[in-house]
């Protein structure tokens, strides 16, 4: 699970850090010399971190969403329009001047398409799992239509949640779809 | 006589931001509590508590730095007194306002004011343009302090020198102090966001006055927020950090750190990149061109390593094996840097896009920034706020209370941010005044919060009567 | 509680949507995207029949839809097509299929619009003539409404973008610019553009412009916006330079 190893490789630096800071803070009580002007020679240090970083942005960049089946037709569209506080949903375009929404059902294993735009603020258009686990997300902004494509690989009921802070009832912003 | 007016107009600085620091934790502690359920605030209420709450804690802190780099200046140029004053000034006015728009008239948008939020009128009308007033008020002052610091400090150094450049040389003839490099970059950085933020609040004008025929563009707006938000977030902490180049060393007994070629390099380097990081908030954005973003995530990891990579490095090795006096101020700074580089940790993790899929706007946000202000740039400030009070008052220094002090910041700290990291990695949307049912480890995750928070909270309120009344004292001496 | 939100969701709702303008043209555009063109037989005149699937899965192909008779939008609009189309060098190739929404268009009538336009001996552009219109216009969202009056259809102007797969990636309603017709002729290659804008009453402040050819987003006026403080900050750190050290700026 993507969190669950986010979390782990934090942990994993943070313990590192917190061993470095108690160990190099003890070190002072049992003193000799030390360095007199600190500021120097540090220069190998910094080349290693742009290594380490330059590997890890190599390994990530090509995993993001942007390029996520970007070749592929997907085998269905679903307009989203997010507005104060409600997303509607629909197979066909919807028209914000009287925007409507009906019940989506969606393929597993197959890629499908959001079309995800917003009719007043700025709103997120965020997918849950059954679980409760976030998998996906992107925005939703006035003016715009931002595309995502994914392939649910497991049937099951999913939610929406709003994850850009939209006003009073952002907390209650929601809706759902099931995959089979 | 001039220096009495720079003590006693610090000595208001730090009061001034004490009390708002207490007053913004406990709406902060309010806020973990409705979350967890405790308390059952209106989403009304919650949402401008936690505007104002997220406006304020960037105020104080970017001023908290602007001071103690103004009072430090003063051993290299001299500096304006009116600028820091007019600053003063223009900050309290500023502040007043924002509470009463926040409060009283429950102007609810984020501390992040997303277009167009502002103007999807849900609180008193009147709060909108006292808003945009407010944030122009705020921003003019705090140019007017900037450039007149860039001012001083040019009067003395040529740009070459202020920027550190003679020190790409074999044997540089003038050195550059880091703290003058280090006040120099960021003033630079300063500057450039809030000009950022005067042609965002001209457009937040321009289609405010226009009654509806300039409408601005949702992208570009987004993009200016941000360039705003989180280049001032950035350049705080690093006003913090030039306190620390300057302070670290002498507190401790030793030499004083002096600028190399690579320091110099980093440093510049810095200013570089923080000024593109700020478009990792628009990772989500997919409208946003991909070579933006992929821009985003390197400048990210850039923009985090040259600084931190000297300046922790510095630390450790200024520490390593080295008898130091260790005091109560450069605990503080020592501390400080272990929680901005766990912060980082955290920030570098989120900056990736391909993990910021799961983590954008989730509680993981305010747990990293969260780190790096409640667990550094706050100690890097207050580090300095104690120095300075007992620069001028009786050096009673209480080691006991000095452990409890610190005890007890580790403690509450690592406990409410680690609430908050959980909360992130278990897909907890930030934001939200009340969870809803199926995140059931995100009520008692607030609770242990708000707990650790107050516990947080003890040693500030201990920090904060210590440190105001030597500060009062100073107001009232005459010398 | 949560009932004055609703109430409260809704009033935002009603003074919203009696603002809202006129984007729903360009949604009528979205209507079907990425379902399958029916597949309708094809005749053209002097070839064996054919259907939309012989085509396209040969080449992409965009669909253009006319008749013969009409007396407004139609040769206006392919004579638009046509020009647009011809300045234009495009890298990956593709048919322009010309088909009669009128029953009683015949091939040999389709033939004659050829000629009118120069086209036909050009290998790009089919005009042909179909016997299932009603299914094809309901594969393809497009609605014409007979007008006994002016003996007329009330129609649209409609190309229609499709794959190698034979599904419709975009659609264009009206005469358009060049810009968004290289966007349709893009979409049928299945370039992938993460994004596009809606029609903005204001695009002087965007940031970013899609350009189809490159599939990349040009730069906006208003990316200016982003560079201009940082090039003011250079402004005010030189000018103070030089006025407090005269002259001597480095
Ligand atoms: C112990 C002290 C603090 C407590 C208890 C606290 C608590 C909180 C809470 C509960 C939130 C809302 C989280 C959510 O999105 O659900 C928040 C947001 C925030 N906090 Fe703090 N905080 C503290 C210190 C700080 C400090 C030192 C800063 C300094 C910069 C800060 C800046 C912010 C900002 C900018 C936000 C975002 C506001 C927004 O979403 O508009 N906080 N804080
Ligand atoms: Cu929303």
Same mark, same amino acid.
């Given at each position: 699970?993507?969190?669950?190893? %986010?979390?782990?490789?934090?942990?994993?630096?943070?313990?590192?850090?917190?061993?470095?800071?108690?160990?190099?803070?003890?070190?002072?009580?049992?003193?000799?010399?030390?360095?007199?002007?600190?500021?120097?020679?540090?220069?190998?240090?910094?080349?290693?971190?742009?290594?380490?970083?330059?590997?890890?942005?190599?390994?990530?960049?090509?995993?993001?969403?942007?390029?996520?089946?970007?070749?592929?037709?997907?085998?269905?569209?679903?307009?989203?329009?997010?507005?104060?506080?409600?997303?509607?949903?629909?197979?066909?375009? %919807?028209?914000?001047?009287?925007?409507?929404?009906?019940? %989506?059902?969606?393929?597993?294993?197959?890629?499908?398409?959001?079309?995800?735009?917003?009719?007043?603020?700025?709103?997120?258009?965020?997918?849950?799992?059954?679980?409760?686990?976030? %998998?996906?997300?992107?925005?939703?902004?006035?003016?715009?239509?931002?595309?995502?494509?994914?392939?649910?690989?497991?049937?099951?009921?999913?939610?929406?949640?709003?994850?850009?802070?939209?006003?009073?009832?952002?907390?209650?912003?929601?809706?759902?779809?099931?995959?089979? | 006589?001039?220096?009495?007016?720079?003590?006693?107009?610090?000595?208001?600085?730090?009061?001034?931001?004490?009390?708002?620091?207490?007053?913004?934790?406990?709406?902060?502690?309010?806020?973990?509590?409705?979350?967890? =359920?405790?308390?059952?605030?209106?989403?009304?209420?919650?949402?401008?508590?936690?505007?104002?709450?997220?406006?304020?804690?960037?105020?104080?802190?970017?001023?908290? =730095?602007?001071? =103690?780099?103004?009072?430090?200046?003063?051993?290299?140029?001299?500096?304006?007194?009116?600028?820091?004053?007019?600053?003063?000034?223009?900050?309290?006015?500023?502040?007043?306002?924002?509470?009463?728009?926040?409060?009283?008239?429950?102007?609810?948008?984020?501390?992040?004011?997303?277009?167009?939020?502002?103007?999807?009128?849900?609180?008193?009308?009147?709060?909108?343009?006292?808003?945009?007033?407010?944030?122009?008020?705020?921003?003019?002052?705090?140019?007017?302090?900037?450039?007149?610091?860039?001012?001083?400090?040019?009067?003395?150094?040529?740009?070459?020198?202020?920027?550190?450049?003679?020190?790409?040389?074999?044997?540089?003839?003038?050195?550059?102090?880091?703290?003058?490099?280090?006040?120099?970059?960021?003033?630079?950085?300063?500057?450039?966001?809030?000009?950022?933020?005067?042609?965002?609040?001209?457009?937040?004008?321009?289609?405010?006055?226009?009654?509806?025929?300039?409408?601005?563009?949702?992208?570009?707006?987004?993009?200016?927020?941000?360039?705003?938000?989180?280049?001032?977030?950035?350049?705080?902490?690093?006003?913090?950090?030039?306190?620390?180049?300057?302070?670290?060393?002498?507190?401790?007994?030793?030499?004083?750190?002096?600028?190399?070629?690579?320091?110099?390099?980093?440093?510049?380097?810095?200013?570089?990149?923080?000024?593109?990081?700020?478009?990792?908030?628009?990772?989500?954005?997919?409208?946003?061109?991909?070579?933006?973003?992929?821009?985003?995530?390197?400048?990210?990891?850039?923009?985090?390593?040259?600084?931190?990579?000297?300046?922790?490095?510095?630390?450790?090795?200024?520490?390593?094996?080295?008898?130091?006096?260790?005091?109560?101020?450069?605990?503080?700074?020592?501390? =400080?840097?272990?929680?901005?580089?766990?912060?980082?940790?955290?920030?570098?993790?989120?900056?990736?896009?391909?993990?910021?899929?799961?983590?954008?706007?989730?509680?993981?946000?305010?747990?990293?920034?969260?780190?790096?202000?409640?667990?550094?740039?706050?100690?890097?400030?207050?580090?300095?706020?104690?120095?300075?009070?007992?620069?001028?008052?009786?050096?009673?220094?209480?080691?006991?209370?000095?452990?409890?002090?610190?005890?007890?910041?580790?403690?509450?700290?690592?406990?409410?941010?680690?609430?908050?990291?959980?909360?992130?990695?278990?897909?907890?949307?930030?934001?939200?005044?009340?969870?809803?049912?199926?995140?059931?480890?995100?009520?008692?995750?607030?609770?242990?919060?708000?707990?650790?928070?107050?516990?947080?909270?003890?040693?500030?309120?201990?920090?904060?009567?210590?440190?105001?009344?030597?500060?009062?004292?100073?107001?009232?001496?005459?010398? | 509680?949560?009932?004055?939100?609703?109430? /409260?969701?809704?009033?935002?709702?009603?003074?919203?949507?009696?603002?809202?303008?006129?984007?729903?043209?360009?949604?009528?555009?979205?209507?079907?995207?990425?379902? +399958?063109?029916?597949?309708?037989?094809?005749?053209?005149?002097?070839?064996?029949?054919?259907? /939309?699937?012989?085509?396209?899965?040969?080449?992409?192909?965009?669909?253009?839809?006319?008749?013969?008779?009409?007396?407004?939008?139609?040769?206006? /609009?392919?004579?638009?097509?046509?020009?647009?189309?011809?300045?234009?060098?495009?890298?990956?190739?593709?048919?322009?299929?010309?088909?009669?929404?009128?029953?009683?268009?015949?091939?040999?009538?389709?033939?004659?619009?050829?000629?009118?336009?120069?086209?036909?001996?050009?290998?790009?552009?089919?005009?042909?003539?179909?016997?299932?219109?009603?299914?094809?216009?309901?594969?393809?969202?497009?609605?014409?409404?007979?007008?006994?009056?002016?003996?007329?259809?009330?129609?649209?102007?409609?190309?229609?973008?499709?794959?190698?797969?034979?599904?419709?990636?975009?659609?264009?309603?009206?005469?358009?610019?060049?810009?968004?017709?290289?966007?349709?002729?893009?979409?049928?290659?299945?370039?992938?553009?993460?994004?596009?804008?809606?029609?903005?009453?204001?695009?002087?402040?965007?940031? /970013?412009?899609?350009?189809?050819?490159?599939? +990349?987003?040009?730069?906006?006026?208003?990316?200016?916006?982003?560079?201009?403080?940082?090039?003011?900050?250079?402004?005010?750190?030189?000018?103070?330079?030089?006025?407090?050290?005269?002259?001597?700026?480095?």
């Amino acid at each position: 699970m993507h969190q669950n190893s %986010i979390l782990l490789l934090f942990f994993f630096l943070m313990g590192i850090a917190l061993i470095v800071f108690t160990y190099i803070f003890f070190s002072s009580k049992k003193a000799d010399q030390g360095m007199s002007n600190p500021l120097k020679k540090r220069f190998w240090f910094f080349l290693i971190l742009v290594f380490i970083l330059g590997i890890f942005a190599s390994v990530t960049i090509p995993n993001s969403p942007y390029f996520a089946h970007a070749g592929e037709t997907p085998a269905k569209v679903v307009h989203v329009a997010a507005a104060q506080f409600i997303f509607y949903m629909s197979e066909q375009a %919807i028209d914000p001047a009287k925007p409507s929404g009906h019940p %989506i059902e969606l393929p597993a294993n197959e890629v499908v398409e959001f079309r995800v735009t917003s009719l007043d603020v700025n709103h997120g258009f965020a997918i849950y799992d059954e679980t409760g686990r976030l %998998i996906t997300q992107t925005q939703a902004m006035p003016g715009y239509v931002n595309r995502l494509r994914y392939k649910f690989d497991q049937p099951g009921k999913y939610h929406v949640l709003c994850l850009e802070y939209c006003g009073i009832a952002h907390q209650i912003m929601r809706t759902s779809f099931t995959v089979n | 006589m001039e220096s009495i007016k720079i003590k006693k107009i610090t000595s208001v600085w730090i009061i001034t931001v004490l009390v708002l620091f207490v007053a913004s934790i406990v709406l902060g502690i309010l806020m973990r509590l409705n979350q967890g =359920g405790a308390l059952n605030q209106a989403p009304i209420n919650f949402y401008s508590n936690m505007t104002i709450h997220g406006l304020t804690m960037i105020g104080i802190w970017f001023v908290a =730095g602007m001071a =103690g780099i103004n009072f430090l200046m003063e051993r290299y140029v001299k500096t304006s007194y009116k600028a820091n004053l007019t600053a003063f000034i223009l900050t309290v006015i500023g502040v007043v306002m924002l509470w009463v728009i926040t409060l009283v008239g429950k102007f609810h948008v984020a501390w992040t004011f997303l277009y167009p939020m502002p103007f999807k009128i849900m609180w008193a009308k009147w709060a909108t343009p006292a808003f945009l007033v407010a944030m122009s008020i705020l921003s003019i002052g705090w140019l007017i302090w900037s450039i007149s610091m860039m001012t001083q400090i040019l009067k003395k150094y040529s740009i070459a020198q202020a920027f550190a450049w003679q020190h790409f040389t074999k044997d540089p003839s003038v050195k550059t102090p880091p703290f003058i490099l280090i006040s120099m970059i960021t003033l630079v950085g300063v500057i450039t966001c809030l000009f950022v933020a005067v042609v965002l609040m001209a457009l937040y004008f321009a289609e405010f006055l226009s009654k509806g025929s300039f409408v601005n563009d949702a992208l570009l707006m987004k993009n200016l927020t941000y360039f705003f938000g989180h280049t001032i977030a950035n350049e705080m902490l690093y006003l913090g950090l030039a306190v620390l180049y300057e302070l670290f060393a002498e507190v401790g007994g030793k030499a004083k750190w002096q600028t190399s070629w690579y320091v110099a390099l980093a440093w510049n380097f810095t200013l570089i990149f923080i000024l593109t990081a700020f478009f990792h908030h628009l990772y989500m954005d997919f409208v946003q061109p991909e070579g933006f973003q992929i821009i985003g995530q390197l400048a990210s990891y850039m923009a985090s390593l040259p600084a931190a990579a000297v300046t922790v490095f510095s630390v450790w090795v200024a520490v390593y094996r080295t008898k130091i006096k260790w005091s109560l101020t450069n605990l503080l700074f020592f501390i =400080g840097v272990a929680g901005w580089v766990i912060g980082g940790f955290g920030a570098v993790i989120d900056a990736t896009i391909s993990n910021n899929v799961v983590l954008h706007n989730t509680l993981w946000v305010p747990a990293h920034f969260h780190s790096y202000n409640v667990m550094g740039n706050v100690l890097f400030s207050l580090a300095f706020f104690y120095w300075f009070s007992i620069q001028f008052t009786e050096k009673v220094v209480n080691e006991r209370l000095s452990k409890l002090v610190l005890s007890l910041l580790i403690i509450g700290g690592a406990g409410f941010l680690l609430a908050f990291y959980l909360g992130g990695a278990d897909s907890i949307p930030r934001r939200y005044s009340n969870y809803p049912a199926e995140f059931t480890s995100a009520k008692p995750l607030a609770l242990v919060g708000a707990a650790f928070a107050t516990v947080y909270l003890i040693p500030i309120l201990i920090l904060f009567v210590t440190i105001t009344k030597r500060c009062i004292k100073v107001l009232f001496s005459s010398r | 509680m949560y009932k004055s939100f609703v109430f /409260f969701a809704l009033i935002v709702l009603l003074t919203h949507s009696s603002s809202a303008q006129s984007f729903s043209d360009a949604m009528k555009e979205e209507i079907n995207i990425y379902q +399958k063109i029916y597949d309708a037989p094809l005749q053209v005149a002097g070839k064996p029949p054919a259907s /939309f699937k012989e085509f396209y899965s040969q080449q992409p192909f965009v669909l253009a839809l006319v008749f013969t008779r009409c007396v407004g939008i139609c040769s206006p /609009f392919l004579v638009n097509l046509k020009e647009t189309i011809q300045l234009q060098p495009f890298e990956k190739d593709f048919k322009i299929i010309v088909v009669s929404f009128d029953p009683w268009d015949t091939a040999d009538e389709m033939e004659l619009l050829a000629r009118n336009l120069g086209l036909k001996s050009d290998p790009k552009w089919i005009f042909a003539v179909t016997d299932s219109i009603d299914q094809m216009n309901r594969s393809l969202g497009f609605d014409p409404v007979w007008d006994s009056v002016r003996m007329q259809f009330d129609h649209d102007a409609l190309l229609v973008g499709i794959n190698g797969d034979g599904y419709i990636t975009k659609k264009l309603i009206g005469l358009r610019e060049r810009n968004e017709l290289n966007q349709l002729v893009a979409s049928i290659h299945n370039v992938f553009s993460p994004t596009y804008r809606l029609p903005n009453p204001n695009i002087l402040f965007s940031c /970013f412009n899609y350009d189809p050819i490159s599939g +990349k987003n040009k730069p906006g006026l208003g990316l200016a916006f982003l560079a201009l403080p940082a090039v003011m900050a250079v402004g005010v750190l030189l000018i103070v330079s030089m006025s407090v050290r005269k002259r001597k700026i480095l």
